[in-house]
């Protein structure tokens, strides 16, 4: 705690000698080409850290303004939300079943009327848009804090000290440095990154920001491909007159003109030109610039960067060719969930942690067994099942007991299974004598007369 306040002291002092921003600058800072996001770091001091771009920016300017981006993130927190937190057991460094306690209550229900699914719904969101979730424990709740008002405090700057820690974390109701915060130490809080951010010791980065560039261009193409069909669906057109046309005849035309052929329900009208004006075609239409393939290779770049197969999305380039055969897309699920989404749930796992009570040779885990979005197909499902049985009979044939064959075949771990110590050609169990038992000599039938 001593550090901790040593640390906000000094963040204090560099507050105070940092030159204020005016409202201008607040405005350059969020928008870019009619694109409203951050550039650089909102830090106060060397010895503090905070996200590396507004939320609110990305929030309003990427989520809620590029279709893209939404379906990304839609697809990405609705399967991330089906998981279950559950207590796994760890034996030999290996680890064993999953089985649920009273204590996992407060993931189950985070805050009143709360759900796990929300409560991971908030921390994929957070974690697309700006890259790092928080989570603090308060009086019997989870309480999520929102990431772009939380600064971590470090113990020393990082460029300056060889070992620089996390002191604490201040949370700033509307914004950094809005009054005094409230402090939390680093076993009250949950802070989920799970991609770091190369310019910081501890914050993280949100995919959102090395693609910018390529929303910034399916915004640009959506533009273009509005425009085009509010100027009459056709290629430009040139209108050119001759010398004797006065300036107030022209604008007269031009007036008329727009008012006869501008906009998508005149489109296709027939045009009329009198008093020598000439029309000539400028420019080319949706098919000869290859409009989907332009627009298309956007959205994917996108889709990459948020690690979601196109197929899952929908984008235009995955709905033909071979992308629309049954087994491309359980490779492209199988993608997602191993790929993408099990990653995601690990590093959640070990994050939460700090939230729920330790359980000696446990440790916290998800459970994605029942996630219809990543479950195989029914005709994968019972060749898995059967391959499974099969093995479940060799080893219980060899000996095994049936409850050790079954728990070492679901949990994959040779280590689970016991010994029986009888074979199945054994029809006495061992230290009995197996010397051969002797019959009783045949009876024979008495002679006719006795």
């Known amino acids: 705690m001593a550090k901790l306040w040593r640390s906000l002291l000094r963040s204090g002092e560099a507050r105070s000698s940092d030159p204020p921003l005016s409202m201008q600058s607040w405005a350059d800072l969020l928008n870019y080409n009619g694109l409203a996001y951050?550039?650089?770091?909102?830090?106060?001091?060397?010895?503090?850290?905070?996200?590396?771009?507004?939320?609110?920016?990305?929030?309003?300017?990427?989520?809620?303004?590029?279709?893209?981006?939404?379906?990304?993130?839609?697809?990405?927190?609705?399967?991330?939300?089906?998981?279950?937190?559950?207590?796994?057991?760890?034996?030999?460094?290996?680890?064993?079943?999953?089985?649920?306690?009273?204590?996992?209550?407060?993931?189950?229900?985070?805050?009143?009327?709360?759900?796990?699914?929300?409560?991971?719904?908030?921390?994929?969101?957070?974690?697309?848009?700006?890259?790092?979730?928080?989570?603090?424990?308060?009086?019997?709740?989870?309480?999520?804090?929102?990431?772009?008002?939380?600064?971590?405090?470090?113990?020393?700057?990082?460029?300056?000290?060889?070992?620089?820690?996390?002191?604490?974390?201040?949370?700033?109701?509307?914004?950094?440095?809005?009054?005094?915060?409230?402090?939390?130490?680093?076993?009250?809080?949950?802070?989920?990154?799970?991609?770091?951010?190369?310019?910081?010791?501890?914050?993280?980065?949100?995919?959102?920001?090395?693609?910018?560039?390529?929303?910034?261009?399916?915004?640009?193409?959506?533009?273009?491909?509005?425009n085009f069909f509010a100027n009459a669906a056709t290629p430009n057109l040139a209108v050119s007159f001759k010398e004797t046309v006065t300036k107030e005849q022209f604008k007269d035309f031009m007036a008329a003109m727009d008012a006869a052929h501008s906009g998508v329900d005149n489109a296709y009208k027939t045009l009329y030109l009198g008093g020598g004006a000439d029309v000539r075609v400028v420019g080319a239409d949706l098919k000869q610039l290859d409009f989907r393939a332009t627009q298309g290779a956007g959205e994917v770049r996108i889709a990459a960067a948020a690690r979601v197969h196109p197929t899952l999305v929908g984008l235009s380039d995955s709905l033909s060719g071979s992308s629309l055969n049954a087994g491309n897309y359980s490779v492209a699920r199988d993608w997602f969930g191993s790929g993408t989404m099990r990653p995601l749930w690990r590093s959640i796992s070990a994050a939460y942690q700090t939230l729920v009570p330790a359980i000696t040779g446990t440790r916290l885990w998800y459970d994605d067994r029942d996630i219809p979005a990543l479950r195989a197909d029914k005709k994968d499902l019972a060749e898995i099942q059967t391959t499974q049985s099969a093995t479940i009979t060799s080893l219980i044939t060899a000996g095994f007991t049936p409850e050790s064959a079954v728990a070492a075949v679901m949990a994959e771990d040779w280590a689970l299974l016991v010994h029986s110590g009888l074979l199945s050609v054994q029809l006495t169990p061992p230290g009995e004598s197996d010397e051969p038992v002797a019959l009783p000599e045949p009876v024979t039938a008495p002679a006719e007369g006795n």
């Open 38 to 226: 951050g550039f650089g770091t909102v830090t106060t001091s060397a010895d503090t850290e905070a996200i590396s771009n507004d939320f609110r920016a990305y929030s309003e300017g990427l989520y809620k303004a590029n279709g893209i981006v939404f379906a990304c993130m839609t697809v990405r927190a609705h399967v991330f939300s089906e998981a279950r937190f559950q207590y796994q057991r760890m034996k030999n460094g290996r680890p064993g079943d999953l089985f649920g306690t009273k204590e996992l209550a407060l993931l189950e229900t985070p805050w009143p009327n709360g759900t796990t699914g929300e409560l991971l719904s908030r921390a994929m969101q957070d974690v697309d848009l700006c890259g790092n979730h928080y989570v603090v424990r308060e009086a019997g709740r989870l309480r999520r804090l929102r990431p772009d008002w939380v600064q971590i405090v470090l113990t020393a700057p990082p460029d300056q000290a060889v070992q620089s820690d996390v002191a604490g974390y201040v949370y700033y109701p509307g914004g950094i440095g809005n009054g005094q915060g409230k402090v939390y130490l680093p076993e009250e809080l949950a802070h989920w990154s799970p991609i770091p951010d190369p310019d910081a010791q501890y914050r993280g980065m949100s995919w959102l920001t090395p693609v910018i560039r390529d929303i910034q261009s399916d915004k640009a193409a959506t533009t273009h491909k509005a």
